[in-house]
């Protein structure tokens, strides 16, 4: 059995850059889910097709794809640096 990991193209390097391709990698894998959904609920995959392809295909890469997300959060907010004027960060409006 093979070790799933994302394959990131090679111009993304920052955990900026790597979340924003997961969520998008993310989406992919969820329309793919619904693809697959649909032919089941009209006939076009069997039950086990169906179980097939969420169990060796969907939740193994929804799952590789969310732990890296929180790993790439983590990084993320490691770099930040705390330099914002609280004073003038947020607008303030007045209610009538």
Same mark, same amino acid.
């Given at each position: ?6 394959? *990131?193209?090679? #111009?993304?390097?920052?955990? %900026? ?5 997961? *969520? ?7 329309? @793919?889910?619904? %693809?697959?959904?649909?032919? *089941? $609920? ?5 039950? @086990?097709?169906? *179980? #097939?392809?969420? !169990? @060796?295909?969907? %939740? ?15 990084? /993320?907010?490691? $770099?930040?640096? $705390? #330099?914002? #004027?609280?004073?003038?960060? /947020? $607008? !303030?409006? @007045?209610?009538?």
């Amino acid at each position: 059995m093979s070790e799933l990991s994302v394959k *990131y193209p090679v #111009d993304i390097t920052t955990p %900026e850059e790597k979340t924003k391709f997961l *969520y998008g990698l993310q989406e992919v894998v969820r329309q @793919k889910h619904n %693809e697959k959904g649909e032919k *089941y $609920n009209t006939g076009f995959l069997s039950k @086990k097709q169906w *179980y #097939d392809f969420l !169990e @060796k295909e969907f %939740e193994p890469r929804s799952h590789i794809i969310s732990e890296e997300i929180i790993i790439q959060r983590k990084l /993320f907010k490691k $770099n930040i640096h $705390n #330099d914002a #004027d609280f004073s003038n960060s /947020f $607008n !303030e409006k @007045k209610k009538l």
